[in-house]
């Protein structure tokens, strides 16, 4: 796992596959693609990624076409 980076908004920093934790200006805090978060600072939201660290390397970051849908009736 790498080093916090601190965020000021912008592109998203990382491919869109890589697994990253983050937290929020309101202290929110969680793990996931890079590609499904929000990244810009358009709105000064609580929700405002502030920091973000690379759960995995670029090596083993993965694609969403390795995303499976599931079916909860089967």
Known sequence: MSEWTYWAGGERPVPE???VEYRCRD????????????WDH????????????CV????????FHDL?????KD
């Open 42 to 53: 358009l709105l000064l939201a609580d929700s405002d990624i502030v920091k973000y660290r």
């Open 17 to 19: 596959g890589m697994l």
């Open 68 to 72: 499976k849908p599931t079916n909860p």
């Open 56 to 63: 995995l390397d670029e090596h083993e970051a993965f694609t």
């Open 27 to 38: 202290g929110f805090s969680a793990t996931l693609p890079a590609g499904v978060l929000r």
